[in-house]
């Protein structure tokens, strides 16, 4: 199952104990059945692994205190796992690994190996998830294979599991719970959890490994086959609740029925029974409340996923809409942009052709030379040509006049133009 289906049945049933998922999908997936997945989700802390390391040699391995802490860390994972089995889903992978410690917050993580039990998801979460991930839940069944990698963590499996059972039910999780309590007392004592150093957490074979469960957990001196010596009766006493809740019916221990019984001999109903031995009066009440309140909280949440889904979509549809108008507007401006630096290009060639007519021009110096050359050839100074007609009638020049001096000239005449000025015609 992609592991953000199940956070997503487990929020929708208001689980306790899970971390707060901000987002998760599938990148991709190949026909075979692989896939890549992403989950984004709070920080959940040190897992058990880590969290009691090397408390006995700086001496906080303290009974009373560490008691008290192990005895709230049994009784929040242990509501998370009923809680999560009347929501549909068993975890299946039960490990110091998977069990982690924030401050005051337990959670269970890592979900990847759960599977959903179909008589105890509603209609209205199948649905949901059909829709969303594109599962029917229905084709998930609860079958184990033998040695099958895919189940577990080996040193905390339970016996049935460990001896090929072909299906689990809650007491498996819980059972593995047991084993990670075990874990914690010989970390705090040992510095460090070391499963070849007890012969109860010592993987030979699966069959061997049930067997010496189930021969283990029927000694007094349980302890002791998982590496927890010397433990406080303080410590002790979270064990050996777990102990007798799933391994005594009577007062006989059952554990060796369970490695021969396909079908488990505890009625998962048992649970509620030494339910209140484990967490007390007032946890125990907390779990009744959840129970009664099941239904109408799922129906609230999923009525509270739909609204946040119409609510993502619009913002996406939103989000599609401004892309394109920022798209439209991009263009435009790009198209403005290029009128007008054709406008600049257009005035920059009109001014260098400007520039070059200029350049072209003949300047003043240019025409007042060539002048003086046509005056020289003529015999003519620039300023009586330029003041020829001024001079015409300062001296009394007669029209015989003018005409003797143009036929001595030998260079072409100028364009001549007339005017009147009384009765004397002038010529240029």
Same mark, same amino acid.
């Given at each position: 199952?992609?592991?953000? %289906?199940v956070y997503d049945v487990l929020r929708l049933n208001g689980v306790e104990g899970i971390p707060e998922v901000y987002s998760s999908g599938i990148i991709c997936a190949d026909f075979l059945g692989n896939r890549l997945e992403y989950i984004i989700m709070e920080h959940c802390g040190d /897992?058990?692994?880590?969290?009691?390391?090397?408390? =006995?040699?700086?001496?906080?391995?303290?009974?009373? $205190? !560490? /008691? *008290? *802490?192990?005895? *709230?860390?049994?009784?929040?994972v242990s509501? &998370?796992?009923?809680?999560? @089995? /009347? %929501?549909?889903?068993l975890h299946r992978d039960v490990s110091m690994g998977n069990i982690t410690v924030r401050g005051d917050k337990?959670?269970?993580i890592d979900w990847g190996y759960a599977r959903f039990i179909d008589r105890n998801i509603t209609d209205d979460v199948r649905s949901h998830i059909n829709d969303t991930w594109g599962i029917d839940v229905n084709s998930h069944a609860l079958t184990e294979k033998e040695q099958d990698p895919m189940t577990g963590t080996t040193c905390f499996m339970s016996i049935r599991v460990l001896a090929a059972a072909a299906t689990r039910s809650l007491w498996d999780d819980i059972e593995s719970l047991f084993y990670v309590v075990l874990g914690c007392l010989f970390t705090g004592f040992k510095g460090k959890f070391n499963p070849s150093e007890a012969p109860g957490f010592e993987h030979a074979s699966n069959k061997k490994s049930a067997l010496a469960k189930a021969s283990g957990v029927g000694l007094n001196s349980y302890a002791s086959v998982f590496g927890a010596e010397n433990v406080s009766e303080e410590l002790l006493d979270v064990a050996d609740k777990l102990r007798t809740i799933l391994f005594y019916r009577d007062g006989k221990c059952i554990a060796n029925d369970l490695l021969d019984n396909d079908d488990d001999p505890r009625d998962v109903n048992d649970w509620l029974e030494y339910y209140k031995v484990l967490l007390g009066?007032?946890? !125990?009440? =907390?779990?009744?409340?959840?129970?009664?309140? =099941?239904?109408?909280?799922?129906?609230? !949440?999923? $009525?509270?996923?739909?609204?946040? %889904?119409?609510a993502e979509a619009r913002a996406e549809e939103e989000?599609?809409?401004? @892309?394109? @108008?920022?798209? $439209? #507007?991009?263009?435009?401006?790009?198209? &403005? $942009?290029e009128r007008d630096g054709g406008i600049i290009r257009l005035s920059k060639a009109i001014s260098a052709q400007a520039s070059e007519r200029r350049s072209n021009f003949p300047t003043t110096?240019?025409?007042?030379?060539?002048?003086?050359?046509?005056?020289?050839?003529?015999?003519?100074? &620039?300023?009586?040509?330029?003041?020829?007609?001024?001079?015409?009638?300062? #001296?009394?020049?007669?029209?015989g006049d003018i005409a003797a001096a143009e036929a001595q000239t030998p260079t072409k005449r100028p364009n001549t133009r007339s005017r009147s000025r009384g009765n004397t015609n002038a010529r240029k």
């Open positions: 199952l992609p592991e953000g %289906a /897992s058990l692994t880590t969290y009691f390391e090397g408390k =006995h040699e700086k001496d906080t391995w303290l009974p009373k $205190e !560490n /008691s *008290k *802490k192990l005895a *709230k860390i049994v009784q929040d509501v &998370c796992l009923v809680q999560a @089995n /009347s %929501a549909g889903v337990v959670f269970v009066d007032e946890k !125990n009440r =907390h779990v009744l409340d959840w129970g009664e309140t =099941h239904y109408d909280r799922v129906k609230m !949440n999923l $009525e509270k996923a739909k609204l946040e %889904a119409e989000a599609a809409a401004a @892309n394109v @108008n920022t798209a $439209e #507007l991009t263009a435009t401006q790009a198209a &403005c $942009e110096s240019y025409i007042t030379g060539r002048m003086e050359s046509l005056q020289a050839d003529s015999g003519q100074s &620039c300023t009586s040509v330029t003041s020829s007609k001024r001079s015409f009638d300062d #001296l009394g020049l007669t029209d």
